[in-house]
């Protein structure tokens, strides 16, 4: 992961890319705010009072902006009701506003910040919530969608969809397709997209398979340029022995490194056997398909998973 990591530290080194954190009473994130900072990696924007802040941290350069004391919190307010589009009022604006993940969502938004980092103290809806609301996805993306960056020493692969969406669609696993292999290349690999079924080459014919079938086709169709292809088992995907045997015409069986699940069961359950039984370093989830990169800590984290985590962020806005 170190050498990832190292990868992605010269990428958005010195550019002034800014990333709003919402949580900058707890003392991780302020740790890991302080670090970026210091290293120069980006520019880290917390939300609170200076002054309390202030008190036992040296800040920096950190901007600092207080909900309660924004000079443009007006500005904010009206562009908020005017992008939610008549669910909420002016009124109800000048309340939402005040909570830090959509305060913070907003100033991403008003193009003042390029990126935020969240969930420490917060559940993922609390901070995927307002991203969705206001952020929104990205034109030809109608979902954002969770990925994993799997690690174990010089291996690396991406797993997605392993933590938004229960049951996508074949429209939903195109997009993640596609989404899956701009990820990989972030992460210095050359995507070879798989979307995984437990039929290769229409071995089975079911309306699980179908709808891996039908993804693969749309996949394909949006031309992205991008190796894609299915449905196929992982095996398939995975070895090359199985795919000359199973699927000796595809391009991406026996090769694929990043790997699209039909379901959020089989993600999730892909990953932690990955992680637990394979001994893969789990980064994520990850999520992609947004506007502008929002990422979802676990209330679980240290400092080095928040450090890590808004590095990750910070890359993703040089994303096209």
């Given at each position: 992961m170190a050498n990832i990591m190292n990868q992605l530290k010269e990428k958005i080194s010195n550019k002034g890319i800014k990333i709003v954190f919402p949580e900058s009473s707890d003392p991780r994130i302020l740790e890991a705010a302080i670090r970026l900072d210091k290293e120069g990696l980006l520019r880290p924007v917390l939300i609170g009072n200076r002054e309390q802040l202030e008190k036992s941290n040296d800040l920096g350069n950190c901007e600092v902006v207080d909900p309660n004391n924004y000079s443009d919190f007006a500005e904010m307010v009206s562009s908020f009701v005017d992008r939610r589009k008549g669910k909420a009022t002016r009124e109800d604006a000048e309340q939402i506003l005040l909570d830090e993940n959509y305060f913070g969502t907003m100033l991403v938004y008003m193009n003042k910040a390029h990126g935020l980092v969240s969930g420490a103290i917060h559940s993922t809806g609390d901070t995927v919530r307002p991203a969705l609301q206001i952020i929104k996805t990205k034109a030809g993306v109608s979902k954002t969608f969770g990925y994993f960056l799997m690690v174990r020493d010089d291996e690396k692969y991406i797993f997605g969809?392993?933590?938004?969406?229960?049951?996508?669609?074949?429209?939903?696993?195109?997009?993640?397709?596609?989404?899956?292999?701009?990820?990989?290349?972030?992460?210095?690999?050359?995507?070879?997209?798989?979307?995984?079924?437990?039929s290769t080459n229409g071995s089975a014919n079911t309306d699980e398979t179908k709808k891996v079938v039908e993804a693969t086709k749309k996949a394909i169709e949006m031309n992205s340029g991008y190796a894609i292809d299915g449905e196929m088992q992982f095996d398939a995907a995975f070895v090359e022995g199985v795919a000359k045997k199973k699927y000796p015409t595809s391009e991406v069986a026996g090769r694929a490194n990043t790997f699209?699940?039909?379901?959020?069961?089989?993600?999730?359950?892909?990953?932690?056997?990955?992680?637990?039984?394979?001994?893969?370093?789990?980064?994520?989830?990850?999520?992609?398909?947004?506007?502008?990169?929002?990422?979802?800590?676990?209330?679980?984290?240290?400092?080095?998973?928040?450090?890590?985590?808004?590095?990750?962020?910070?890359?993703?806005?040089?994303?096209?």
């Open positions: 969809d392993c933590a938004i969406n229960p049951n996508p669609s074949s429209d939903d696993l195109a997009e993640f397709a596609v989404e899956s292999a701009k990820a990989a290349e972030m992460f210095g690999i050359d995507p070879k997209v798989a979307l995984l079924s437990f699209v699940f039909p379901d959020l069961n089989s993600g999730n359950i892909g990953y932690k056997i990955a992680q637990r039984l394979g001994n893969f370093e789990a980064m994520g989830p990850i999520l992609a398909g947004l506007n502008m990169p929002v990422n979802d800590l676990s209330r679980g984290c240290d400092s080095e998973d928040v450090y890590n985590t808004a590095i990750i962020t910070a890359a993703q806005t040089l994303i096209k």
